[in-house]
């Protein structure tokens, strides 16, 4: 799994198709270190099952979960997080 902040790479996973173990991208660019660090925490503690092999974006406090398997057939979780990790 690797946890990203960069769309531009982000983007370039997701078009690819190729397999992953899978990525989660955060859109926290004004977030402090420990505010990121305190929202990956969660997330994983939540959702780690769902993340393995899937490629997902964190943003605003939503998380959105798409499989990879096929860019047609995708799964998405929308969730919100706790208020005090944004």
Same mark, same amino acid.
């Given at each position: 799994?690797?946890?990203?902040?960069?769309?531009?790479?982000?983007?370039?996973?997701? %078009?690819?198709?190729?397999?992953?173990?899978?990525?989660?991208?955060?859109?926290?660019?004004?977030? %402090?270190?420990?505010?990121?660090?305190?929202?990956?925490?969660?997330?994983?503690?939540?959702?780690?099952?769902?993340?393995?092999?899937?490629?997902?974006?964190?943003?605003?406090?939503?998380? %959105?979960? %798409?499989?990879?398997?096929?860019?047609?057939?995708?799964?998405?979780?929308?969730?919100?997080?706790?208020?005090?990790?944004?």
């Amino acid at each position: 799994m690797v946890v990203i902040m960069d769309k531009d790479f982000g983007e370039l996973v997701y %078009r690819s198709r190729q397999p992953h173990a899978g990525v989660l991208l955060l859109r926290l660019e004004a977030a %402090r270190s420990d505010g990121k660090v305190a929202v990956v925490e969660e997330i994983f503690g939540k959702y780690e099952k769902q993340l393995l092999g899937s490629f997902a974006v964190y943003q605003s406090g939503r998380l %959105r979960i %798409r499989t990879t398997q096929s860019a047609l057939r995708e799964s998405s979780i929308q969730g919100r997080l706790s208020d005090e990790v944004r």
